[in-house]
């Protein structure tokens, strides 16, 4: 019982209230410290030179200048991060993008890095540093990075997954592909069929603080590391398998981190910093500006996806298929895959087969961003789901109903689901007012489901209890959107105290075993997962505890409602023992209590998504607004609904930023050419209504509340929810994102 | 780099600090001063993470000298609240949860402050554009406004009772 | 770098011209901090004008205003009067950027600047505005489309100041207005702008000026938008002529923000929209 994950209905106390955040009072008032808020005595300032080019061979690189500026302490190059990766292609791509190896392959890639004593001491010496380029064609465009005649990137990139192995080296570095039934057969029973091809552009996650970090070397080959990260963990093995350490070696320690969504889940300049430091002696501080998160951190895709859907008359889809050709950036990535499994997973389809290229180009490399890959594929999908039900005449939601994933439903991209939301939440649609609401001139409406997977993986805890029973829960999952708080309701409700008693920490990677990093929306479900095993387990050291201290047997005694109960009728002479009496006496009965958890969270709940948006289009000038939407959304069990509705909104507004204004701009010669705020117009306040929230809880089996992930999902349907309002709205269907006002305008003229 | 010495009053206290001509007064009250509630988002003035008044206006700290600091008087988050008492729009932007990542929450109390002292009943909108110099990526901003919209409220109330 | 901040124009002004260096006038500072933080300016010299008590001031009324150089956006805004009757210009100062902008940027600040999409430059051209231009030893007065000569360059000498903008008497039955269009509904800069300022008598429009801006080297002065309109009650037919010559005369790039396309058909979309909203604000009824 104690370490089942199975979900039972239980009656909470503390789950699924709104309690104060315990994070709140420090970043209100401004003490809350985060990737560049760090200080260490002697600290250097770290700076790093970027390649101007889109890809270019280094012919040389002369730093002696640099070196001699009074003030510098280190300069590095690619030659003071030997090469310790022994064959592992994937690490030394990594080495490679934190620091050019003899080529830049987009524009931003690190090339030389120097720790100054100040900030102008470093950029100064900076501009000392000459590098001899030899300038290379360059693709950055998904499209036509896969044409026969496209500049090759790597000449040891072959495709995997295609049949014979193809012996020439080219950008597209793997083919998947996911389905079952015959697709062919399928369509040639459809009555109608729709065909179209998407393009989206690449945007970023644009968390608001730069990626930053405090990094403290020493000669012995030990250090430790301050940093902004989604997984200090993963980050600390990287940067120790870089470097060539001992991982045990390295502490690193995660400071607030001021949003990630996915981008800072990978490593960028954090072996840059501590090589700087190891060569100075001396901590070095590097903080990127903000036009080098943009040029040279882990945007998402831009992509390229055909998607054919084939329904007959009563409004059954019989055949889908999608081809997904992603973007991945200057190295190999696995992003189209996931594009392809995502694409038709919210449907009960009996015939349906996607495909995904995954296509090198120079860029920088691509991270995740909030259920990364699926907003693209799900913006294809659904716009033409729209397509077919207005080709049937069919309402859209309906269209949608009868076709949805229900339990029992074999996924599109293999397994069978078991008890699931996409019906409900269409369900919920059907019955909302937002879709009754009368919509004036030039509004339309607009309506999008979307899916994400969840992940739990490895993950690790500790509860320890103070002398005064309060308790710390010890996560090694990153706090991204009120983590701590819902963990702490968690750990309460487990051993029935309040609230208040608990208090959730992020350990570093000395205190506790091996996390995975906050990614896959899995931090309160597999750390709250862990976090309920853990103090169940702690539970059980009470009541030996209690035992002792009563002398009777463990047997006898029982845990309830935060007291060490003594059972029968022989044991009434006993008062029950609170946490803190328990507490106050651990040294005379067997030493202080904590529970501890280590395992695989297995078995994160998919979640399903169905969005409600209306527009209104400025016909003159394509300027197009959301005026009102609506997010319905399985949370399976919401801990903190708070922080659901958060997660939802969150989500909802960057899926919004990225279907209208959001892209990358490339010049044509390959350099970006909006790397900041300014022109990289992701959503202000008055871009945006108040977005409204509906949480529907479909118990996910296999979490002993029945928590789902949250967090990536709501990001999923927004680009079609926005274009197909904007379909309903003035009758242009848009099939490349983000939908610009020149890109509706010229639609409009197109129209006309 | 020649630099200035520049005595200036920061959240009413008197701050005195040497920097170089062409340093930020971001960089300045971070690095010099130890008040690392200021934020760098961007250094371009156009996310508001690094909020503060200068002498009552609401400005961008990245887009200001140090040293025009001299003889100026600063506000930043640090001094909001009373002591051990929050400002009330502290205290909402906890209890309506409009917050997540956090950092960009500083220049949103900051920004917020200034609006409520011009405009005590703001609508919706108002409030919208007035804080549409603050970017925050995590909210989507639903409960943000609606955190000002009860702080408003709150202080509205408030002032009613003192005239009474 | 040395940071100066004198107490007079003409010292600014003998200031700028002894630097042998690269001299810039610090107002705002929204601009140039930018650029210099982007490595895009290293300037030997900075010559603040803040403290100058003659460029932090708006004085005037109906027969004319003064607006100084260090005048913030946020003080034009809550200027009592300068609003009442030149809202266009008021309107134009305060979309630059944000409210934290506003507390620095200024109307002399975005014309020296010299981008093409600056959005007061329209408005104070459409308004028929003059710049006061302080050197070293003499002083001139110029129109404000006269400034600027080119994306990031302006004909003012090395030791001249703009120390203020003079906005001409205002007519009875006068109206402006400016309107930008961007992406997004704040933090962004004009795609395009237009600006028309006219004064009607009995409904008919007796002299108008219209300009647009992000559509040109410079912001422009169209002269064939204002005839369309002159003379007219602003009917339709008006209005569609003042939209052709308005995106007659654009000369665009393409760039990340817009096309040539968007630009010159929009350009036509918003003077059409800011002539009518200074047609009603010049008591004008269509």
Known sequence: MTDSTSFTNQKFKVIGQRVRRQDGMDKVTGRAKYGADAVAPGQLVGVILRSPHAHAKIKKIDTSRAEKLKGVKAVITSKDLPDYTNGNRDLLSMLENCMARGRALYDGHAVAAIAAVDASTARKALKLIKVDYKILPHVTDVDAAMQEDAPVIHDWVRTIGVEPAPSKASNVSMRSEFGHGDVDAGFAKADVIIEKSYKTEQTHQGYIEPHACLASMSPDGSGELWVTTQGHFAYRNWCAQLLGL???????????????????????????????????????????????????????????????????????????????????????????????????ACYDLENVKTVGYEVVCNRPKVAAYRAPSAPMASFATESTVDLVAEALGMDPVDFRILNAAKEGTRASYGPTYGPIGIGPTLEAVKKHPHMRAKLKKNQGRGMACGFWFNFGGQTSCTINVAADGTVN????????????????????????????????????????????????????????????????????????????????????VDWQAGYAVALGDKHSNLEPLSLADIAANTENTGGPVAGHNEFVADGAGVSFASHICDVEVD????????????????????????????????????????????????????????????????????????????ILEIPNPNHPYGVRGVGETSIVPPLAAVGNAVSNAVGVRMTHVPMSPPRILAALEAEA | ?????????????????????????????????????????????????????????????????????????????????????????????????????????????????????????????EIRYALAGNLCRCTGYDKIVRAVQATAKDLRKKSKKKSR | MRYEAPNTTKAAATLLAAE??????????????????????????????????????????????????????????????????????????????????????????????????????????????????????????????????????TSLTKSEIIESIKLPKRDRNSGDAYLRFIPRTEMDIAVVGAAVNLTVSRGVIKSARVALGAVAPTALLVKEAADAIIGSKLDDASLERLAAACSAACNPIDDKRGTIHYRTKVAGVLGRRAATIAYERAGGKR
């Open chain 1, 246 to 344: 001992d991982m045990s070696k390295l502490k690193v320690t995660s400071s607030e981190i001021g949003g990630g969504f996915g981008g800072k889940t990978h490593i960028w300049m954090e072996p840059i910093a501590l090589a700087l430091s190891r060569k100075a002696n001396r901590p070095v501080k590097l903080v990127m500006s903000r036009e080098e998160v943009f040029r040279a951190s882990g945007p998402t895709s831009s992509t390229s996806i055909d998607v054919k859907i084939g329904a007959t008359k009563d409004g059954r889809i019989v055949a889908a298929t999608s081809e997904c050709r992603y973007q991945g950036g200057a190295f190999p990535g696995a992003w189209a895959v996931i594009g392809a499994m995502t694409s038709f």
């Open chain 2, 1 to 125: 780099m020649s630099g200035a010495h520049v005595s200036t009053t920061i959240n009413g206290d008197a701050v005195q600090f040497a920097c170089p001509n062409d340093e930020s007064l971001l960089d300045a009250l971070r690095n010099r001063v130890g008040l690392t509630g200021v934020k760098e988002g961007c250094g371009t003035g156009d996310c508001g993470a690094c909020s503060i008044t200068l002498d009552g206006r609401l400005v961008c700290s990245c887009l200001v000298l140090g040293v025009e600091a001299d003889g100026k008087e600063i506000g930043t988050v640090e001094g909001l609240a009373d002591g051990d008492k929050l400002h009330p729009l502290q205290e909402n932007f906890i209890k309506h949860a409009a917050l997540q990542c956090g950092i960009c929450t500083p220049g949103f109390l900051v920004a917020a402050k200034v609006l409520l002292e011009r405009n005590p009943d703001p609508t919706e909108q």
């Open chain 1, 473 to 556: 829960l010890s996560v090694g999952t990153i706090d991204v959107g009120g983590s701590r708080s819902s963990l702490s309701m968690i750990c309460a409700e487990e051993l029935g105290i309040s609230y208040e008693q608990v208090r959730t920490h992020i350990g570093d990677t000395a205190a506790l075993a091996h996390n995975d990093m906050t990614d896959g929306s899995r931090g309160t479900f597999a750390s709250g997962m862990a976090a309920i095993i853990a103090a169940r387990r702690t539970k059980e050291v009470l009541k030996l505890r209690a035992a002792t201290a009563w002398e009777i047997p463990v047997e006898d």
């Open chain 3, 20 to 153: 042998k260096g690269k001299a810039f006038v610090l107002a705002g500072g929204t601009d140039l901090l930018v650029r210099m933080k982007a490595g895009m300016l290293e300037p030997d010299l900075l010559v603040d004008i803040k403290q100058i008590d003659k460029m932090r001031t708006i004085a005037g009324n109906s027969t004319g205003f003064t607006i100084g150089a260090a005048v913030p956006g946020v003080e034009i805004g809550e200027h009592k009067t300068l609003g009442k009757l030149w809202p266009g210009v008021v309107e134009a100062a305060q979309l630059i950027g944000s409210d934290q902008v506003q507390g620095r940027c200024t109307i002399v600040g975005n014309l020296c600047n010299a981008s093409p999409a600056a959005d007061t430059v329209p408005a104070l051209i459409a308004a028929g505005a003059k710049a006061v231009v302080v050197g070293k030893d003499k002083r001139r007065t110029m129109a404000v489309e006269k400034i600027v000569t080119g994306p990031g360059s």
């Open chain 1, 619 to 694: 016909p003159e000038t394509g300027s197009t607004r959301v005026i009102r939407y609506t997010v319905i959304q399985d949370a399976g069990k919401a801990i903190h609904p708070d922080y659901v509705e958060g997660q939802f909104q969150g989500g909802a507004a960057q899926g919004i930023g990225w279907a209208l204004n959001e892209e990358y701009i490339y010049g044509e010669d390959g350099r970006l050419q909006n790397p900041g705020f300014l022109d990289y117009r992701i959503p202000v306040c008055s871009d945006l209504p108040f977005i409204d929230t509906q």
